[in-house]
């Protein structure tokens, strides 16, 4: 039986879809959450608020293996909130008893706004870091205290663009699902920015695969395959049989540049199938939502 897993964060957005994947590869899982989910077969519920220490201290040596999720990302406010500062504090004590308590492999997620946007050039893991954001700041200091806690056992996941089951409906993907289901325009205000927009069972899926591999360090996580925004909310209401609805400008703003697609070099090395066609995933997102909404 493989190595057991300690996944927090694990009712969250990205959590439960690696929750998922876990149970999938059959791999036991210690599962924290402020509010534990169903019971599932090889799964251990462990109820936890990981920004207390003595529930930080309750739960670290569970299993030898890490996947760190738990943060806060409430939509729009995750950006500035002041909780991202007590989460770079709890994630580095928490990893620092997991490997006190003789962890031996940790992935925790870091995120695309770590880069220096303002700058031309290639998205990969050499890109400058100069994050822009209270939320990008959190993410690149606590990526530097883990590297020096973990050495070559941890995997830094920089996530970039997401869609998935369980999203906020203010999102641009669950928002032009909903337009096109209700009759309304299918908005769009910057369609021609391009993007890296990934499922979270595909990123879920690599993130299990670089928990076994041998890698380390930073490490971009995507589709690659980026697409414009508009080709992206086309392939939404045409399948959810809505085309006349898609309504398409661009003004973006200011701060918004024009590509963000991660090269995904060091990905591709490591993990099997590390790319998802959007036609394809997409596509097949909205079936499912449509289904689950009538």
């Not at 939509?75 to 962890?103: I, Q």
Request: glycine share 8%.
């Amino acid at each position: 039986m493989p190595d057991a897993v300690l996944l927090t964060g694990a009712t969250g957005f990205v959590g439960r879809q690696l929750l998922a994947a876990l149970c999938a590869a059959r791999i036991p899982v210690h599962a924290v959450s402020r509010r534990p989910g169903a019971p599932m077969p090889g799964v251990t519920w462990h109820r936890a608020d990981l920004l207390v220490a003595e529930d930080r201290a309750e739960v670290a040596g569970l299993a030898p293996r890490l996947i760190h999720c738990a943060w806060e990302v409430e939509h729009g406010a995750f950006w500035t909130a002041p909780a991202n500062a007590l989460w770079r504090e709890a994630s580095a004590d928490l990893v620092g008893r997991f490997m006190a308590a003789s962890g031996v492999r940790v992935v925790a997620l870091g995120t695309c706004a770590e880069y220096d946007a303002a700058v031309p050039g290639t998205w990969d893991e050499a890109r400058a870091i100069a994050p822009a954001t209270p939320y990008g700041q959190a993410k690149a200091a606590l990526h530097a205290e883990l590297a020096a806690i973990c050495g070559d056992a941890l995997v830094w996941a920089r996530l970039f663009h997401l869609y998935g089951p369980n999203e906020d409906p203010r999102r641009l993907i669950p928002g032009l699902i909903a337009a096109c289901r209700a009759g309304r325009p299918a908005e769009v205000r910057a369609a021609e920015l391009i993007r890296d927009v990934a499922s979270t069972p595909h990123v879920a899926r690599l993130l299990v695969a670089l928990m076994d591999s041998p890698l380390s360090g930073p490490c971009d996580i995507g589709s690659g395959q980026p697409r414009s925004l508009g080709a992206l909310a086309r392939i939404v209401a045409e399948t959810a049989g809505r085309p006349d609805l898609l309504s398409l400008a661009h003004a973006p703003g200011p701060g918004d540049p024009p590509v963000m697609a991660p090269r995904l070099d060091r990905l591709r090395r490591m993990v099997a199938q590390a790319t998802e066609t959007p036609e394809t995933a997409l596509r097949a997102h909205v079936m499912a939502e449509l289904a689950r909404q009538d």
